[in-house]
């Protein structure tokens, strides 16, 4: 049975490929008749993309673009080019879906909807409501998963969407238009990098609630790697945010705990430990009102901060209530 409004609407399917030559067949297979457009972007892989046998399984109503990248950019490289070229077509939606068949294309139209009936205007995956699938997921990837969704939260300022990771995502291509794209990262940062550039446009962001799938396919994550260059780009794209959110585009009451609130906090903390080593050294107590100051310097800054954080949530881009 055809839904229309989803024949309504004209939708476009990005998949960035590399190395995945088992699994994309059976992604093509998978993609519904309302589906306008797939754009393949083939990142400079080693396997060969497997052109005959993806127009011979594509639904023939589907037209079908490959594009190549000279050399290998990563996942965001060739998303990007992807969502470029579906830019210059009549497209209302993009969706992007990775080659290596880890997501439930039975929940695309789930992540269709809201968007169509303009209760946001981007909607992702979000692997973590779903305990059944949950408990599939492998643990360290589980434990990684969830602290990296946290960090990304603090970082982006998407503090009520959650799995922000996840590459499953639709987007409004009026929205997509407004993003400036070389701010945005060519390897796995990108799905990070393109939530800190809606942050400031505000768009309202929908999580799906949806399993991921985990067969035989060959991650091309270096996960320790990983650790590392997120943790430095996280803070840069933390620092960025709220430099531009609180003292260049505005000044608020979330501006005046930053401003106090950090100062405070570090004096305290700073202060504290050099009387410390000081008096220590002296084998003798430190004055009641040295004590004094450092304490209560510590406890009104660490107020100041949470405050500051809660502001932070409160403001934070809205969307519809997450959808099961």
Same mark, same amino acid.
């Given at each position: 049975?055809?839904?229309?409004?989803?024949?309504?609407?004209?939708?476009?399917?990005?998949?960035?490929?590399?190395?995945?030559?088992?699994?994309?067949?059976?992604?093509?297979?998978?993609?519904?008749?309302?589906? *306008? #457009?797939?754009?393949?972007?083939?990142?400079?892989?080693?396997?060969? &993309?497997? /052109?005959?046998? =993806? !127009?011979? %399984?594509?639904?023939?109503?589907?037209?079908?673009?490959?594009?190549?990248?000279?050399?290998?950019?990563?996942?965001?490289?060739?998303?990007?080019?992807?969502?470029?070229?579906?830019?210059?077509?009549?497209?209302?939606?993009?969706?992007?879906?990775?080659?290596?068949?880890?997501?439930?294309?039975?929940?695309?139209?789930?992540?269709?909807?809201?968007?169509?009936?303009?209760?946001? *205007? #981007?909607?992702?995956?979000?692997?973590?409501?779903?305990?059944?699938? &949950?408990? /599939?997921?492998? =643990? !360290?990837? %589980?434990?990684?998963?969830?602290?990296?969704?946290?960090?990304?939260?603090?970082?982006?300022?998407?503090?009520?969407?959650?799995?922000?990771?996840?590459?499953?995502?639709?987007?409004?291509?009026?929205?997509?238009?407004?993003?400036?794209?070389?701010?945005?990262?060519?390897?796995?940062?990108?799905?990070?990098?393109?939530?800190?550039?809606?942050?400031?446009?505000?768009?309202?962001?929908?999580?799906?609630?949806?399993?991921?799938?985990?067969?035989?396919?060959?991650?091309?994550?270096?996960?320790?790697?990983?650790?590392?260059?997120?943790?430095?780009?996280?803070?840069?794209?933390?620092?960025?945010?709220?430099?531009?959110?609180?003292?260049?585009?505005?000044?608020?009451?979330?501006?005046?705990?930053?401003?106090?609130?950090?100062?405070?906090?570090?004096?305290?903390?700073?202060?504290?430990?050099?009387?410390?080593?000081?008096?220590?050294?002296?084998?003798?107590?430190?004055?009641?009102?040295?004590?004094?100051?450092?304490?209560?310097?510590?406890?009104?800054?660490?107020?100041?901060?949470?405050?500051?954080?809660?502001?932070?949530?409160?403001?934070?881009?809205?969307?519809?209530?997450?959808?099961?």
């Amino acid at each position: 049975m055809k839904n229309n409004n989803l024949d309504n609407s004209k939708i476009a399917i990005v998949i960035p490929y590399f190395n995945a030559s088992n699994q994309i067949i059976s992604v093509i297979s998978k993609f519904p008749e309302y589906i *306008n #457009v797939v754009i393949i972007v083939n990142d400079k892989s080693v396997e060969p &993309l497997p /052109k005959k046998e =993806i !127009l011979e %399984t594509l639904n023939k109503n589907i037209e079908c673009y490959f594009l190549e990248n000279n050399i290998n950019l990563g996942v965001g490289g060739a998303t990007k080019k992807g969502f470029e070229y579906a830019k210059t077509l009549e497209i209302d939606i993009i969706v992007k879906v990775d080659a290596d068949d880890q997501m439930d294309l039975n929940y695309l139209p789930d992540l269709l909807k809201p968007i169509i009936s303009n209760k946001a *205007n #981007v909607t992702k995956g979000n692997r973590f409501r779903d305990r059944k699938a &949950l408990q /599939k997921m492998p =643990i !360290l990837r %589980t434990i990684g998963n969830l602290i990296l969704s946290f960090l990304v939260k603090i970082a982006t300022g998407y503090w009520h969407n959650f799995d922000p990771t996840n590459g499953f995502i639709a987007i409004k291509t009026s929205t997509l238009k407004k993003v400036d794209f070389s701010k945005l990262s060519n390897r796995y940062y990108f799905e990070t990098s393109l939530l800190a550039e809606l942050y400031f446009q505000k768009t309202q962001i929908i999580d799906i609630s949806m399993p991921a799938i985990y067969g035989d396919e060959k991650s091309n994550m270096n996960v320790s790697k990983m650790v590392f260059v997120f943790s430095a780009r996280l803070s840069k794209t933390f620092l960025k945010r709220v430099m531009k959110e609180y003292f260049i585009y505005d000044f608020n009451i979330g501006s005046i705990y930053i401003l106090f609130g950090f100062p405070l906090f570090l004096f305290g903390i700073i202060f504290g430990i050099f009387n410390w080593i000081h008096y220590a050294s002296l084998e003798t107590l430190a004055p009641t009102g040295t004590i004094m100051i450092i304490t209560l310097s510590i406890i009104l800054g660490f107020q100041l901060i949470l405050q500051a954080i809660q502001y932070d949530i409160f403001n934070a881009p809205k969307g519809s209530n997450n959808i099961s």
